[in-house]
């Protein structure tokens, strides 16, 4: 198994968008920590963050306009299609996770839009045992969409040789036992894993706390994020909101 963290920028209008995002909501989460009397106001900083994250994955996941998103520029999207390309050019089969049902129903919409062959499982998805079927016995579906919340035990994806987490989560435990769905018990080829990180933004500091803060939560599948943001003291959050 090779991982590889690959780095993107914003584009121009994405670069605009979060910074209107950002100064909306810092300064006055700023003063709450500065008090040290008034509790640490994670929520807010959790809306915040994921805010800034959907804006990184695509601003048309952030405006909910997923139906629209040809009118929005990403500089994740176009590393994103680039890697997709040279993994169907190598014909090798993707496994593709977001957290953002959104950034998947644009994912599926540019795959139709193609006639590129995918299968998808999303916590509302039925037909579970179908759509791994016909990612692993069918030559023509060659991606597989998958929410990291739906993607646990029990599932089986070694047809995939290529593994892409578009947006990072904060619990390394959950990342890894994604990827394990590909790298596992079956599995003939070696495995590439490309996690995307947008440079110049909380991404990168994202990723540094991921390998930091990982390595105390890693058997820990069970926390979500909102639990993460709690593991940071009043002085590492101060760090991570100015370095955004």
Request: with cysteine; proline share 2%.
């Amino acid at each position: 198994k090779i991982e590889e963290v690959s780095h993107c920028d914003l584009t121009e209008e994405q670069k605009s968008l979060y910074e209107d995002v950002l100064l909306r909501s810092r300064e006055k989460i700023f003063k709450e920590l500065e008090d040290e009397n008034t509790p640490i106001p994670y929520i807010h900083i959790f809306a915040l963050l994921s805010s800034l994250k959907q804006v990184c994955d695509h601003p048309a996941v952030y405006l909910k306009k997923a139906d629209n998103y040809k009118n929005y520029s990403s500089g994740k999207w176009d590393l994103f299609l680039e890697l997709l390309e040279e993994a169907r050019e190598s014909q090798q089969k993707v496994v593709v996770f977001s957290q953002y049902l959104h950034m998947l129903d644009i994912m599926e919409a540019y795959l139709n839009e193609q006639g590129i062959g995918f299968a998808s499982i999303r916590g509302s998805t039925q037909n579970r045992g179908e759509q791994l079927k016909r990612f692993s016995k069918d030559p023509g579906c060659e991606v597989f969409l998958a929410s990291l919340q739906a993607s646990g035990l029990g599932i089986d994806l070694t047809s995939a040789s290529v593994v892409i987490h578009y947006d990072r989560w904060w619990n390394a435990a959950r990342e890894n036992q994604a990827t394990d769905r590909v790298h596992r018990i079956g599995q003939t080829r070696g495995v590439q894993v490309f996690k995307l990180v947008t440079k110049n933004t909380f991404e990168e500091r994202i990723d540094q706390l991921i390998t930091q803060k990982g390595r105390l939560m890693e058997d820990v599948i069970g926390v979500d994020e909102r639990d993460m943001i709690k593991k940071f003291t009043r002085d590492e959050i101060f760090d991570l909101l100015r370095l955004v």
